[in-house]
């Protein structure tokens, strides 16, 4: 029986009209060394986006009682910066590291014992994970979104699965590794041990090297990132040739990621009827048109504007702190606010403001940009802009500051 179950697999391997050929999988390339090396790298950058993503989701979603500081002011736009430069980075690796280990995925027997058959269903979750993660996270960064369901949670849960499975694989796989790349002089094959899909055959071979394959996979790694970290980057900007925004491209110069006309906002921005109300907990309820905004606009900050996708700039911004408003209105010293913009239906048509944001010297509804007054794209007649926040959660279209 096993000697007619070899015979078959020997077939399916060995004839070129066959799927599974033999010789698809020769190449001394496919060794543990490299795929350590490989997974290494992978595990560091998927830590780094794990843990700025995990950043970035308290700032969009806060706990009580974990409160994200306002300070520095550029912090996000370094987190985020890295978040989408390691991401984008871990493509190539990523490819790189399942083309090297793709025989044990094929190898026969599929399972060999109990322990063997819990470590393949445990690669299932990292693999299947990990390819998600890179190639939602570059789609969003595109604003491409071939899918139903919303990319936010669906990328922030299956970070968690994926960080779980990596876990786990380190602590199934680590001493293997350890070893790998503690014996440069000894390159054991991926194949040993794996039945006839697992087998490598010996001798030499006519293209790139071990040392050339790990230099082109991370030179396109750090192409990639050259390529696109411009735009969060200044001294790269020229650079930037993949970057999904240029920073210095878009009304009054700054890019936007959504319109006014996106927002549905046109009519109720310019009315003559709009009106900031301040009201919650408050002992004096406010209301200001545009005209009186503008007048009470005196404090100027420069602050970054920081993008999930990865894009930021820094700029120079006049309006009313909101500090001030919160005082003018009478609330408490330990107060909270929301600010709620004109636009409906959005996810992101509210944002939160901790009392280390609220009281913030440099957190404005800002009604200029650039001494400009603000561009309907920007937010006008006015926009929340903060230290220290994701750029969705810099609020346009500001209508209503709902003290609580």
Not at 202 to 229: D, I, P, Q
Request: aromatic letters at 8%; glycine letters at 10%.
């Amino acid at each position: 029986m096993r000697e007619t179950l070899e015979r078959r697999v020997r077939d399916l391997t060995t004839d070129p009209g066959q799927p599974l050929r033999q010789h698809a999988y020769q190449s001394p390339l496919r060794d543990e060394r490299l795929a350590a090396w490989l997974g290494a790298s992978l595990g560091v950058l998927f830590s780094i986006c794990f843990l700025t993503g995990l950043y970035s989701h308290l700032h969009q979603h806060p706990l009580s009682w974990l409160p994200v500081p306002a300070r520095p002011a550029g912090l996000y736009r370094v987190t985020q910066g890295l978040h989408v430069a390691a991401g984008i980075a871990s493509m190539p690796i990523l490819l790189a590291k399942l083309w090297v280990v793709w025989p044990r995925f094929v190898s026969l027997p599929a399972v060999k014992n109990a322990a063997h058959l819990v470590e393949r269903i445990g690669l299932f979750p990292l693999v299947a994970g990990g390819i998600f993660m890179v190639f939602s996270g570059i789609a969003n960064i595109a604003q491409w979104y071939p899918w139903r369901f919303g990319f936010p949670a669906a990328h922030y849960w299956v970070a968690w699965i994926v960080a779980g499975a990596l876990v786990a694989h380190v602590g199934a796989k680590g001493a293997i590794a350890r070893r790998a790349l503690a014996r440069p002089s000894r390159r054991p094959r991926l194949g040993d041990g794996d039945g006839v899909l697992g087998a490598v055959a010996e001798g030499a071979h006519a293209g790139l090297s071990r040392r050339g394959f790990l230099g082109t996979v991370f030179g396109a790694a750090g192409v990639l990132t050259l390529t696109t970290v411009g735009q969060t980057v200044t001294p790269l900007s020229r650079a930037a040739l993949l970057g999904a925004r240029d920073p210095g491209v878009g009304p009054q110069g700054r890019p936007v990621n959504r319109s006014a006309a996106n927002a549905g906002v046109l009519h109720s921005s310019t009315s003559a009827d709009y009106r900031l109300i301040v009201e919650g907990k408050v002992r004096r309820p406010l209301s200001f048109d545009a005209s009186q905004l503008e007048r009470m606009a005196r404090h100027t900050a420069r602050l970054p504007i920081s993008c999930v996708e990865g894009w930021s700039y820094s700029a120079r911004w006049r309006g009313v702190r909101v500090r001030d408003l919160l005082a003018m209105a009478g609330a408490a010293p330990t107060a909270t606010a929301r600010v709620h913009s004109l636009e409906g239906g959005s996810p992101y048509s509210s944002s939160f403001l901790d009392h280390a944001q609220a009281h913030d010297g440099d957190t404005l509804l800002a009604t200029h940009l650039d001494g400009m007054r603000l561009d309907l794209d920007h937010g006008y007649p006015l926009r929340l802009i903060g230290p220290g926040r994701p750029g969705v959660n810099q609020t346009k279209w500001v209508t209503r500051l709902v003290v609580e």
